[in-house]
């Protein structure tokens, strides 16, 4: 829920700035869980900021402006004159710090017992416990501000994600599917991406050519189920802590943000590092558990088959028993979710 029920989903028209040299562009901002959503006139959204770590720029001056964090070299901000809205997202960001006391405290005693002995513990022991305790106490709210901030980042090397109105439909009905309500999002990229890949918050990424360029959507389930899985088995956090550093690890355990040089830093090497291995009984429970045939996602892998052979002959749904995951005219939307 939101801090304050009076606001939620209230939303006023603002001037985004998305980075120094930038121009302001006419947006669309809504406040939403814990979060305030910055969109463009198409309902697209452009920028996920945390409520709980909004700082104002300008205190008491109209139009207010604010930043997604207090980093002195953070170059995004806000541009807002309407009143509800400004006064909204005062009260809302108040209201969450109030309710965090003892995380907060928890926080800082941790960061200044850590900090008093870095010096004795920076080579030894001290990255990896200050890395295992900002996993443990990072909220889900986070995670998915970290995952779509990082989507933003990522558009600039693959290019805007695929959004026909009908295929994202059909996207979501297939993720769905396959892994029910808590599905994760998937998001269709042109480029980048080899095959699929999966960020911080329950994103999935796929390449247009697991839909584009296979007959059935059994192939494109396959590659969800299995990020899925690595997502589950390897949290996603762990590996752009491992990249960011000490310092970096130390500001989003306490402020919860982490800087944008970082997220660039890291999508640019994000697709080039080998994704993790699978065990393949654990992924042929999830098939099962899916009613998804494993076959077409092995022969995706390995046209020849021969280092899938374990998940072909062990393949939990015979095609004798399979279903179609979607309605033929839902995959040939989703076929074409990136246009022309």
């Known amino acids: 829920m939101t801090a304050l029920t009076q606001y939620e989903r209230i939303e006023a028209t603002g001037l985004w700035r998305p980075g120094a040299e930038a121009q302001r562009v006419e947006v669309i901002v809504s406040i939403g869980d814990a979060t305030l959503t910055i969109s463009d006139k198409a309902d697209r959204a452009l920028s996920h900021w945390s409520l709980a770590a909004v700082h104002r720029l300008n205190a008491g001056k109209r139009p207010a402006l604010f930043a997604p964090s207090d980093d002195p070299e953070e170059a995004e901000n806000l541009e807002i004159d309407d009143d509800v809205m400004i006064d909204a997202i005062e009260k809302v960001r108040k209201t969450l710090l109030k ?32 890395t295992r305790q900002t996993l443990a106490v990072l909220p889900d709210v986070t995670r998915q501000d970290v995952g779509n901030e990082l989507l933003t980042r990522i ?4 290019g805007t994600p695929c959004d026909s109105p009908l295929g994202q439909a059909a996207l979501r009905r297939l993720s769905t599917r396959i892994l029910g309500d808590d599905a994760p999002r998937v998001v269709v990229l042109s480029s980048g991406v080899g095959t699929a890949s999966h960020l911080p918050g329950q ?3 796929l390449n247009r050519a697991l839909v584009e360029e296979y007959e059935e959507p059994d192939v494109a389930a396959g590659f969800i189920l299995a990020e899925h899985l690595r997502a589950k088995a390897h949290d996603p956090m762990l590996d752009l802590l491992d990249h960011a550093g000490l310092i970096a690890t ?6 919860g943000t982490i800087s944008g040089e970082v ?3 890291y999508a640019e090497t994000l697709f080039t590092d080998p994704a993790p291995s699978l065990d393949p009984a654990a992924l042929l429970d999830l ?5 998804v045939r494993a076959t077409p996602y092995a022969y995706a892998l390995d046209k020849s088959g021969e280092t899938t052979l374990t998940l072909i002959e062990a393949d939990p ?3 004798s028993d399979a279903q179609p995951l979607i309605p033929d005219s839902a995959w ?7 246009g022309e």
């Open 317 to 319: 749904i015979p095609v």
């Open 332 to 338: 040939v939307s989703l076929q074409g979710i990136c």
């Open 263 to 265: 997220l660039d830093s």
């Open 155 to 158: 558009r600039r090397i693959s």
């Open 203 to 205: 994103t999935v990424l």
């Open 99 to 130: 309710r965090r006391p003892r995380q907060g405290r928890l926080r800082s005693g941790i960061t200044l017992s850590l900090l008093a002995g870095l010096t004795i513990g920076a080579v030894t022991w001290l990255p990896d416990a200050l």
């Open 250 to 255: 130390v500001r989003m355990l306490t402020t």
């Open 287 to 291: 098939f099962a558990a899916s009613r």
